[in-house]
T-cell receptor, first 114, second 112 residues
C-alpha cells in the first residue's frame, strides 16, 4: 500500500529565502506526482505535475524534481514571498488492486514572514 | 473555463442526521473524485468515477456513505446517518485523464 510522507510538517522562513519541501513515497511504481497548494478554508490548487518519465518541472519560481527509484520528490521555492504562505501537499498516482489511485501526503505548512 | 463547483460550502448537523453534498465538475472531465480531508491531514480518496461508473470506492464507508454520478456529469455524496468523526472538509475534483486534478472549494461539515 502506497504511503506518502512530507517533511517538515511546518516551516517558517523570512521573506526572500529559497526553500525546499520534501515528499517521500514507499512504492516507486507511480504514474505521476503532483504538487498542490492549499490556502486556509480553500480547495487545492495544482502547482506542478511530473509524469513518471520526467525528472523535473518548472513554473515561475517553483521547481519540482522527481527521483522515482529513491521514492522522493522535492519542491523548490525561490525568493519566497509572504503570499507563498499556505499548506503544500504532494500526491502520487499509483496502481493498486482497484486501479489507479491518488494518495496524498499530510502537507507542509509554510509561513513566509515579511 | 469554469472551475469545479461544490455546494453547500458549509454544513452543520447533529449526529445521526443525514446530509448531501453536490459537485459539478469541469465540463468535459470524465473522471470525478470525492475526497475527505480531516483537519491537519491530507485528502483521502473516498470514491472515483469514470463517467457514471465507479472505478474505486474501496475507502468509502459503505454502511453510511453513498455516492452517485447520474448521466456522468454532476455527482452527489450522501452521509446517512452522520457520526462525529465525519466532521471534515469534503473535496470534489475532476480530471481529463491522465492530466492534473482540479479541485473545488470543498464543503466543510461539522457534526455536533
Amino acid at each position: 500500500k502506497q504511503e506518502v510522507t512530507q517533511i517538515p510538517a511546518a516551516l517558517s522562513v523570512p521573506e526572500g529565502e529559497n526553500l525546499v519541501l520534501n515528499c517521500s513515497f514507499t512504492d516507486s511504481a507511480i504514474y505521476n506526482l503532483q504538487w498542490f497548494r492549499q490556502d486556509p478554508g480553500k480547495g487545492l490548487t495544482s502547482l506542478l505535475l511530473i509524469q513518471s518519465s520526467q525528472r523535473e518541472q518548472t513554473s515561475g519560481r517553483l521547481n519540482a524534481s522527481l527521483d522515482k527509484s529513491s521514492g522522493r520528490s522535492t519542491l523548490y521555492i525561490a525568493a519566497s514571498q509572504p503570499g507563498d504562505s499556505a499548506t503544500y501537499l504532494c500526491a502520487v498516482k499509483t496502481l493498486d488492486n482497484y486501479g489507479q489511485n491518488f494518495v496524498f501526503g499530510p502537507g507542509t505548512r509554510l509561513s513566509v514572514l515579511p | 473555463e469554469a472551475g469545479v463547483a461544490q455546494s453547500p460550502r458549509y454544513k452543520i448537523i447533529e449526529k445521526r442526521q443525514s446530509v448531501a453534498f453536490w459537485c459539478n465538475p469541469i465540463s468535459g472531465h470524465a473522471t470525478l473524485y470525492w475526497y475527505q480531508q480531516i483537519l491537519g491531514q491530507g485528502p483521502k480518496l473516498l470514491i472515483q468515477f469514470q463517467n457514471n461508473g465507479v472505478v474505486d470506492d474501496s475507502q468509502l464507508p459503505k454502511d453510511r456513505f453513498s455516492a452517485e454520478r447520474l448521466k456522468g456529469v454532476d455527482s452527489t455524496l450522501k452521509i446517512q446517518p452522520a457520526k462525529l468523526e465525519d466532521s471534515a472538509v469534503y473535496l470534489c475534483a475532476s480530471s481529463l485523464e491522465p492530466g492534473s486534478q482540479y479541485f473545488g472549494p470543498g464543503t466543510r461539515l461539522t457534526v455536533l
